[in-house]
Nanobody, 118 residues
Framework: QVQLVESGGGLVQPGGSLRLSCAAS????????MGWYRQAPGKQRELVAR???????MYADSVKGRFTISRDSAKNTVYLQMNSLKPEDTAVYYC????????????WGQGTQVTVSS
């Protein structure tokens, strides 16, 4: 099995920064891609950013230029650096991984709360 453990959420003022981390562990053969989703109250979960095993990245339009996704392949860890945070970035952020063990599967972390408020 695979476990994804997130850390780094919290309360920050508008314009501030936070860095989220997500470490994958377990019987991992390879990681196809990992990314971050978020879900605000009353809204659907949305993809924020994703990074592939080749290092290709993609971002939601709403975070381009403000958020940066990166990875440490040796540690099976992905990071989300969030700068210039806005109140509308407030949400529960979930780590997601498309990971191969004996087969390829979709895995999720437990979520971490990010609140942007003065």
């Amino acid at each position: 099995q695979v476990q994804l453990v997130e850390s780094g959420g919290g309360l920050v003022q508008p314009g501030g920064s936070l860095r989220l981390s997500c470490a994958a562990s377990g019987s991992i053969f390879s990681i196809v891609h990992m990314g971050w989703y978020r879900q605000a109250p009353g809204k659907q979960r949305e993809l924020v950013a994703r990074i592939t095993s080749f290092g290709s990245t993609m971002y939601a339009d709403s975070v381009k230029g403000r958020f940066t996704i990166s990875r440490d392949s040796a540690k099976n860890t992905v990071y989300l650096q969030m700068n210039s945070l806005k109140p509308e970035d407030t949400a529960v952020y979930y780590c997601n991984g498309y990971i191969r063990t004996t087969r390829v599967g979709d895995y999720w972390g437990q979520g971490t709360q990010v609140t942007v408020s003065s």
